[in-house]
Every structure is written in structure tokens, then in C-alpha cells.
């Protein structure tokens, strides 16, 4: 199995603050990497496809950059909606794997 | 707009077989090129996926999960189902029903249903 490490696992940050999370496989899975975001109570929602696209709709405060085992996503300018727990997924080989979370909270 | 809608027991006793149900509406669970799928979430914690179907019934299963997981289609009802044998209380999680495409992420998630283990 690919092995998902994220990093943080949780920040304390301020609106307007730019925040970058990690993401790294225990083997290269070349660009198969997307980024969801979660809020208590509801499914995630995809924000990042192949490492670095923008989903339909993603306001473009998000990124996404890396390839191979090392992979980020940035919030350029955090947001209140944007207080959540993000997973980072890769999809290049079975079977799926998420990362462990990170929760962003407000400070 | 393709919706996905989980159903089935909210809770099952140790040792029994969960099954759930994924209705899909706003397109065609028989079209190619698309994996229908079952993601798994324990309360306050992070993804598992267990599995996925394609419209032809071919799976691919976790294999932490592989001995105890049947994942089913049902293209005349537009369905798609899970089955987990001899659930323990670990196994307790809201359950999500999910689409994919052919070498894409998940793209789409139902509601997500809990189901509790529990005698």
C-alpha cells in the first residue's frame, strides 16, 4: 500500500493568514493526487485533481503544486469558511489511500 | 446532477453482515469508464477506502478489508451495493457511497450514512 504522511496534522492560523499544507508517499505516484476539504457533518469535497488543477467552482485562493512523493496545498488568504480538515488522496495505484487529516482551526 | 444515496440499517450487531445500498440518479451507473465505489469514516476520524465496482462487475477491494467484502451492481435498479461480513465494533463509521473515473480521483460523494455496531 502507498502510505499517505500529511503534515501538520493540525494548525491554529488567522483570517487572511496563508497557509500550506504537506502531503508526502511513501513511493512516487508521479501527478495522481487530489485534496479534499471537510466540514463536521457533510462528505469532503474535492478542491485539487492530478496535484495541481483547480476543481470546476474551487475559488483560486487554493493550490496545489508537487509531484512524485512530495505535494502541497496552499490557502493563499484563509477565509472563516475556509476553517476545516483537509485529506490529501492519491489515486495512482490500489489500493486508494488518504492522508491522516489536518485540521486547520482559527486562532 | 449525478446524486448518490446511501441506505440501509444504522445499526448491526457484532458478528452480522452490514449491507448498504447506493441508489444513483442523474445518470447511468452502466456507463463506462467509471468506478462505483464505498469509503468508510469512523467517527472522528480519517478515510478508508474498502472498494469499487465498474457497470461490468469488476472490484478491486482494500485488502485489509478483502476477506469480508462484496461489492455488487445492480444496473437494472441503477444501484450499487456493499456487504461487510462479521463486523466488529472497529468497523462502526459513517459509510459514503462514491464515483470515480477511469485513473481520476473521487469526484462524487453521497451524504455519507452511519451505521453503528453494537449488540
Known amino acids: 500500500d502507498i502510505q499517505m504522511t500529511q503534515s501538520p496534522s493540525s494548525l491554529s492560523a488567522s483570517v487572511g493568514d496563508r497557509v500550506t499544507i504537506t502531503c508526502r508517499a511513501s513511493q512516487g505516484i508521479s501527478n495522481y493526487l487530489a485534496w479534499f476539504q471537510q466540514k463536521p457533518g457533510e462528505a469532503p469535497k474535492s478542491l485539487i485533481y492530478?496535484?495541481?488543477s483547480l476543481q470546476s467552482g474551487v475559488p483560486s485562493k487554493f493550490s496545489g503544486s508537487g509531484s512524485g512523493t512530495d505535494f502541497t496545498l496552499t490557502i493563499s488568504s484563509l477565509q472563516p469558511e475556509d476553517f476545516a480538515t483537509y485529506y490529501c488522496h492519491q489515486y495512482g495505484a490500489y489500493p486508494l489511500t488518504f492522508g491522516g487529516g489536518t485540521k486547520v482551526e482559527i486562532k | 446532477q449525478l446524486q448518490l444515496q446511501e441506505s440501509g440499517p444504522g445499526l448491526v450487531k457484532p458478528s452480522e453482515t452490514l449491507s448498504l445500498t447506493c441508489t444513483v440518479s442523474g445518470g447511468s451507473i452502466s456507463t463506462s469508464g467509471y468506478y462505483w465505489g464505498w469509503i468508510r469514516q469512523p467517527p472522528g476520524k480519517g478515510l478508508e477506502w474498502i472498494g469499487n465496482?465498474?457497470?461490468?462487475?469488476?472490484?478491486n477491494y482494500n485488502p485489509s478489508l478483502k476477506s469480508r467484502v462484496t461489492i455488487s451492481v445492480d444496473t437494472s435498479k441503477n444501484q450499487f451495493s456493499l456487504k461487510l461480513s462479521s463486523v466488529t465494533a472497529a468497523d462502526t463509521a459513517v459509510y459514503f457511497c462514491?464515483?470515480?473515473?477511469?485513473?481520476?480521483?473521487?469526484?462524487?460523494w453521497g451524504q455519507g450514512t452511519l451505521v453503528t455496531v453494537s449488540s
Open positions: 465496482i465498474n457497470y461490468s462487475g469488476s472490484t
Open positions: 492530478a496535484a495541481s
Open positions: 462514491v464515483r470515480r473515473g477511469v485513473g481520476a480521483p473521487v469526484g462524487h
